[in-house]
């Protein structure tokens, strides 16, 4: 697991959300939350105050659905370094 993954899992569970996955590919970084009906103010502003503003590119909040009738909220953005 990357710092960044770890940062971000533990600054989620701080909040109260709870992490099934972190996907990190090159600078592509997703946050699968189990929350359907999160808050995206509320998560953006948990990636932003956790790797910083002028590290997070393009940040977007989206539901999934895992095709078991679960829905997720994805939390997708590019990390610079």
Same mark, same amino acid.
């Given at each position: 697991?990357?710092?960044?993954e770890q940062s971000l899992r533990s600054a989620f569970a701080d909040?109260?959300?709870e992490v099934g996955e972190i996907r990190q590919?090159?600078?592509q970084v997703s946050v699968v939350v189990?929350?359907?009906?999160?808050?995206a103010s509320a998560l953006r %502003?948990?990636?932003v105050d956790t790797l910083g503003d002028d590290?997070?590119?393009g940040l977007d909040v989206t539901t999934e659905?895992?095709?078991d009738d679960e829905i997720t909220t994805v939390v997708s953005f590019r990390?610079? %370094?």
């Open positions: 697991m990357t710092d960044i909040a109260g959300y590919n090159r600078k189990t929350e359907d009906d999160a808050s %502003e948990i990636v590290s997070v590119l659905s895992t095709g990390h610079r %370094e």
